[in-house]
């Protein structure tokens, strides 16, 4: 156990780079950089987990890939699906023995929008930021995510959709889905705050050579870090972009996410127009809804006048807060209403966020809280019902 762990460190894991970096190193052991096109086909078009598949690469190639290269080496250490089998989580275990969490939602075609099947992503072990209802911000930073531990993920899910293509249950006909559609930055971690890892993850996942998925079924989303957003605005690469605002004052905010302290709502408000004027894109706020704490008419009423100015730039995804050790509830459906109400008045286009998953702890964080409760032992290993 100690060997392989020791050998896999070393080794270079090749889903953390980019087609030219490939080829370089390709280069830089003697072989043809065509080879790394190949490569390329069979890590995320055949989505092979093992080099000795890879039949077009010489024999001797092939041993050296072995030997000196890996595959996103993470092992699954807990599974659970949702009754309706539509969210499925996993505790993942990376190399240096840290836990992180990854689900996929699976979605049925809804009028004009076709089926969707989305991967929530970790960015880091752990988070530095602290917000008080999240399991993850509790929980302290371990560490960043590098490129390749961020591409697993995805990776993982595909495989899973490509063995087992989903068809929602019901809607027989239906073309099954077979293929991960979109990701989201939502899971454990900041991704703003390991930018360069997550930006360079994205890239490899748009190449068209590989895994080929449109940057606009991409969203990252950001506690709201100033600075990052606003380097975010001048990337080639247009990915969406979700600001968790979840307060309409300074005062408020201060209290729930201690980051608004170091760039409180004038400054992220001023970085998101810059944003849209840069990108001519929508921004996605969202606002989990805390019982009794920001779920007020008040609040509402503040909340439509602080985006107003946005205008169709603005729109807000309301989510009822999913339980967590802390002391917050969610509120009924009444409430929700009321404040979406209030911010169709000001305008401003909302949605709410269809909750799913709560019987398998979807709001990241939870898994790895429970699995640690239960001391890395006497843990879920198969279909939770
Ligand atoms: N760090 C980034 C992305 C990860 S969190 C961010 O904060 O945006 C993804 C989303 O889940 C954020 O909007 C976050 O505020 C929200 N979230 C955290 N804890 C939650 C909970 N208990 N219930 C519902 N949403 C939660
Ligand atoms: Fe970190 Fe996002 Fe959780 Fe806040 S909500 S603690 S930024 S993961």
Partial sequence: MTITATNTQKKTDLLALTLPQLQQWLVERGEAAFRAKQIYNWLYKQLATDFSVMTNLPQSLRNQLAEEASIGPIIVRSELHSKDDRTRKILLELADGKLIESVLMLYPPLRESSARATV??????GCAFGCTFCATGQMGFDRHLSAGEIV???LHFARELRTAPWTAAGLPGRTPIDHVTNIVLMGMGEPLHNYNNVLQALRILNNPEGFNLGARHMTVSTVGLV?????LSQEALQVNLAISLHAPTDELRNQTMPVNRKYPLQELLAACKEYIATTRRQITFEYVLLAGVNDTAEYAHLLGDLLAPLEQFAHVN???VNVTSASYRAPGPDAIRTFRNILFEHGISNSVRAERGDDIA?????????FEKNNRTNVPSATYS
């Fill in 227 to 231: 600075p990052a957003i606003h380097k």
């Fill in 318 to 320: 309301c989510i009822p």
């Fill in 362 to 370: 979807a709001a990241c964080g939870q898994l790895r809280t429970r």
């Fill in 120 to 125: 929530c992503v970790s960015s880091q072990a």
């Fill in 152 to 154: 697993a993920q995805v």
